[in-house]
């Protein structure tokens, strides 16, 4: 079965939506720079980067076909939504962007690619070596 469209468009969007979180987080701490202590801008750049490095590598393994990164996508996606909802603030746009692109890691046609990919690869774990 090939990729839907719908695993290629929510994948792309997020990885969009990363590098808009890399580019904001450079620029933001280039800024602060002059006016915070450069270890902490170190810092901040430092656990940013983390992140970033895990949400790549969560992004590269829901394109290659593993749920599971598709369900640990969508909770980080929740938890950093309810914040605003749950303040009465609301949802910022990127927020919006991010929750359309789980949706779309979701649909019937995303949730049967991934059932596949699962059973191919069980189905090769099975085979006798």
Do not use: H
């Amino acid at each position: 079965m090939p990729k839907p469209s719908t695993v290629r468009w929510g994948v792309t969007i997020l990885w969009i939506g990363l590098a808009l979180t890399v580019a904001v987080a450079v620029v933001g701490a280039a800024a602060a720079g002059v006016a915070v202590d450069p270890a902490f801008t170190f810092l901040v750049l430092g656990i940013a980067g983390i992140v970033c490095l895990l949400q790549a590598g969560l992004l590269l393994a829901a394109g290659n076909g593993y749920g599971w990164a598709r369900v640990v996508l969508t909770v980080v996606t929740v938890l950093g939504v309810a914040p605003g909802l749950l303040s009465g603030e609301g949802l910022n746009l990127g927020s919006v962007v991010a929750v359309v692109a789980v949706v779309l890691l979701c649909v019937p046609s995303s949730n049967a690619w991934y059932a596949d990919q699962a059973r191919l690869r069980a189905q090769e774990r099975a085979r006798p070596a």
